[in-house]
């Protein structure tokens, strides 16, 4: 049995799967167009008809190559927990997920515990290979997590509030009791940021290496971790903060302050950019989605909102609290408190999150911190004794550009990617709320008019320039003083005529528009016999 082409001839007749693939093809090209394409029947110019009509037929055929080479691209494919008939998705365990993904997934179910040294905070490298752990009592370990081994672990014997990864592996930062230090990977301290303080929090941001910190304080700083200079230094004056997160698609550094504010910053202005009121009282956690064009933020009040950054408007409005909050690459927001983990889903296109998935820990068990590990379906929890990880079906990108992060990658191909993002490195001017008007034109401003001081200044310049005016020696009865005055005072009344004629122009103008106003002005019915009454012909 076959199939009969729709769009084709009747006797056209395609077996059952090239027709499934001819169908598939079509879905992907529409994804690929660039909308949809111009009416050129209403056209009357044939040039231009002309025109369009071969470059449509350009756009369709790159959407088609794109639509054919995404199947060798891009193999995997990312799904998420479907349930049956009454069933939900959030009460599905990890038990039953484990018992029904290959042995490779099912290792990604684990749980540390190390309760002498707790609570515990994490990191993943951009690529997801690597996990950085620390615990509040000085216990730093790196781990390969592609095949669970532990590649170093350090006691600093002091207070470890957080720890970020830097451009790679081999560096992190770590927030220590009265400084941030940055070690290597094997664990020897290269530096000892003094000029930060006592640290809560660090960020990193990678396209312009450089580390953020906020301290007990309330002082924001950025350092370029490339030549070790100092780029910004701001007092916020809003009070002490742990709440910090980078949006990933501008750079703007975001904090969540005690009165209910979020602001964002940029390490070129000593003010923030963006001063938004989003709870009544205190913000205990923030993210970003991954196109930056979405915020969530939780408060003390118990509710949880999703904001609009385009817009600043709040889209959604959950109820619950939340002590720390993480977007996955494909969107899902994992929401921690307690001992009980929830992740949010927006599968209807539309950014309306409702529950996906549930986990309780161990009763006791205090969530501090919930990280997306990237390119797997794995959400990493650090908690009071310990840290563990879950599976989360459908929360990684399932194609990475190894261009970008390559969980796979050498020595060799690590070095070059360090060298590129070296040379690719960005200044931190380029951090601002709109990256896409780098590049563009600026428009052009208005010529704005002198004031009259600025007037004056210039007709004064060119009289001082005319009586400078240096004469030549001309023939006898030429060369007279009364003439050289004469031809002087001329010369400086043709200078200051232009200035003149400008300002004249101008006062008529204005009183124009003052005329213009005061008929415009409706008079009272008593006193409208005064108005002035317009000409008539």
């Known amino acids: 049995m076959g199939a009969k082409e729709e769009n084709g001839d009747g006797g056209d007749i395609w077996p059952p799967i090239e027709q499934e693939i001819s169908n598939e093809l079509d879905t992907n090209v ?3 167009l660039r909308g949809e394409g111009a009416n050129l029947e209403i056209l009357k110019d044939k040039k231009l008809k002309g025109q369009l009509a071969l470059r449509e037929e350009l756009y369709g055929k790159s959407a088609k190559a794109a639509a ?17 008939g009454v069933e939900k998705t959030w009460r599905i365990k990890q038990e039953a997920i484990a018992r029904e993904v290959d042995i490779l997934s099912s290792r990604n179910q684990y749980d540390i515990v190390l309760p002498e040294l707790g609570p515990y905070t994490l990191d993943f490298t951009s690529s997801g290979r690597y996990l950085a752990a620390a615990g509040r009592k000085g216990h730093i370990a790196v781990v390969d997590m592609k095949n669970m081994n532990l590649i170093k672990e350090i006691q600093v014997r002091e207070t470890v509030r957080d720890v970020v990864f830097l451009h790679n592996e081999l560096f992190f930062a770590a927030a220590q009791k009265k ?4 070690y290597n990977r094997d664990g020897t301290e290269l530096h000892c940021l003094k000029e930060h303080g006592a640290v809560l929090k660090l960020q990193f941001l990678r396209n312009h290496f450089l580390l953020a910190s906020i301290n007990k304080f309330g002082q924001l700083r950025y350092q370029d971790v490339t030549m070790g200079e100092i780029v910004g230094n701001f007092r916020t004056g809003l009070g002490r ?10 750079g703007v550094v975001s904090l969540g302050h005690s009165g209910g504010t979020v602001t964002m910053w940029k390490p070129t202005t000593a003010a923030p950019l963006i001063k938004m009121l989003c709870h009544p009282g205190p913000v205990s956690a923030l993210a970003f989605h991954p196109n930056g064009h979405l915020m969530a933020t939780s408060g003390k009040e118990c509710k949880i909102k999703i904001w609009d950054l385009r817009k600043y408007e709040v889209l959604q409005t959950l109820p619950g609290h939340a002590k720390t909050l993480d977007f996955s690459q494909k969107g899902l927001l994992a929401v921690g408190t307690g001992s009980f983990v ?19 820990m161990v009763k006791g068990y205090q969530i ?5 590990r990237p390119y797997e379906d794995v959400l990493g929890i650090g908690h009071s004794m310990g840290w563990s990880s879950i599976l989360v079906p459908g929360s990684g990108e399932p194609n990475f550009d190894s261009w970008v992060a390559n969980p796979f990658e050498t020595s060799k191909q690590r070095r070059e990617k360090e060298v590129r993002s070296l040379l690719d490195k960005l200044p931190p001017e380029t951090i601002m709320l709109n990256p896409s008007k780098i590049g563009t034109v600026r428009e052009a401003k208005k010529k704005e008019k002198p004031t009259k001081q600025e ?8 009289v001082v320039a005319v009586k400078g005016f240096v004469w030549k020696n001309k023939t006898k009865g030429r060369n007279k003083p009364s003439k050289k005055a004469k031809k002087k005072q001329e010369l400086v009344a043709k200078a200051k005529r232009s200035f003149l004629d400008q300002q004249l122009k101008g006062e008529q103008s204005l009183s124009k528009k003052k005329q213009k106003l005061s008929e415009e002005v409706e008079l009272p019915a008593s006193l409208q016999r005064f108005a002035r009454k317009k000409p008539t012909a």
């Open 179 to 182: 400084y941030p230090y940055i």
């Open 68 to 84: 054919k080479v995404e199947k060798w691209l891009m193999p995997s494919e990312g799904g998420y927990l479907e349930a049956e």
């Open 342 to 360: 929830q992740i949010l889903g927006a599968f209807s296109g539309s950014h309306n999150y409702s529950r996906y998935m549930g986990h309780s």
């Open 30 to 32: 529409k994804k690929y």
């Open 455 to 462: 007037r004056e200044a210039e007709m004064e310049a060119a």
């Open 368 to 372: 501090g911190k919930v990280s997306f």
């Open 241 to 250: 903060t742990d709440v910090m997160r980078v949006n990933p698609f501008n």
